[in-house]
């Protein structure tokens, strides 16, 4: 079953592009995170949304938040991926699609292709707002920013 707004996200670790062991029970309470999920490393589309994430780095940070990518390419595949083209940001290996499927990702109209999802996530661990869409790359990096200077404003007061 797939998670939705307001469900509590699972904990999980995975290794990510240095391979060293991530623990996402590290970051939650601490920050708020944006967990995007994506389908393959150095693919024309998913460099665009890394890319537009990675000039877009400093605004998540002001925000509060930090940026994970997760796909089920190897830990070498986003080692390289991140170093090609200067991606600041965390990128997880879910080779077995083990954290996709807790997640509940669902693959493109054709079930061919892993689907591009984004999760805004709360201090608490609470998903804010999810944004699913193989198309409309741009807005999963604007849609963000958005919710989490909602979610901030909301802390300030």
């Known amino acids: ?16 592009q240095d391979e060293k062991k991530f623990n996402i029970n590290n970051l939650v309470s601490k920050k708020a995170l944006v967990i ?23 605004d998540f940070k002001d925000a509060g938040a930090e940026v994970i990518g997760i796909s089920s390419d190897s830990e070498e595949s986003h080692g390289s991926f991140a170093d090609h083209h200067h991606l600041p940001f965390i990128l997880l290996s879910d080779k077995d699609n083990i954290v996709r499927n807790l997640f509940g990702v669902p693959t493109d109209l054709l079930g061919l292709i892993p689907g591009r999802v984004t999760y805004i996530i709360n201090k608490q ?13 741009d807005k999963h990096i604007s849609e963000s920013l958005r919710i989490l200077n909602g979610l901030k404003s909301e802390s300030d007061v």
């Open 1 to 16: 079953m797939a998670l939705k707004v307001g469900d509590k996200i699972p904990a999980f670790s995975l290794p990510d």
């Open 36 to 58: 995007y999920f994506y389908p393959k490393d150095e693919t024309a589309g998913c460099t665009k949304q890394a890319c537009a994430f990675r000039d877009s780095y400093q």
């Open 125 to 137: 661990g609470i998903i804010s707002y999810i944004f699913n869409s193989q198309l409309r790359i």
